[in-house]
């Protein structure tokens, strides 16, 4: 199983746009420099939360980006979904009639790592982008 980075990017910048978010818009240059991620790679991550109305942006000398909702309400799982990240842990699809070795069974363990995806997905459900600001500002009493 594997996060790509462009998931716990996603996660980084909200966590940080998510800070500062009640003073003013928040740059994505800012959010570059203080999380050590290409403003490029920012500038694609930032366009899909705004699709999926995560995120909106303000245009002018103060602009930035804002969330558009409050923190509680967003989940890792919308945050990863907006940004097509899906958490697997086996290679096969669900509906498949197919195993996952390519024959007409799963495989041996095909279960286990299947009950694991779903506990990590679940895990990723019920965390909030303000658990993890509450988590952060609490580190750094």
């Not at 998931?7 to 203080?34: C, K, T, W």
């Not at 939360?49 to 309400?73: A, D, F, P």
Request: glycine share 4%; hydrophobic share 35%; with cysteine.
């Amino acid at each position: 199983m594997k996060l790509t980075s462009k998931g716990r990017y996603a996660v980084m910048a909200l966590v940080d746009l998510a800070r500062f978010n009640n003073i003013n818009p928040v740059s994505l240059r800012d959010i570059s420099l203080r999380q050590g991620i290409s403003l490029d790679y920012l500038e694609q991550i930032f366009s899909k939360l705004r699709k999926k109305e995560i995120v909106q942006s303000v245009r002018g000398t103060q602009g930035g980006y804002i969330l558009n909702k409050k923190t509680k309400e967003i989940k890792l799982t919308n945050i990863f979904d907006a940004v097509d990240e899906k958490v697997k842990t086996v290679q096969c699809k669900k509906e498949s009639k197919k195993g996952c070795n390519g024959k007409l069974t799963k495989c041996l363990t095909h279960n286990l790592w299947d009950e694991l995806e779903n506990h990590i997905n679940n895990f990723f459900e019920q965390k909030t982008l303000e658990d993890l600001v509450k988590d952060n500002s609490e580190k750094r009493i």
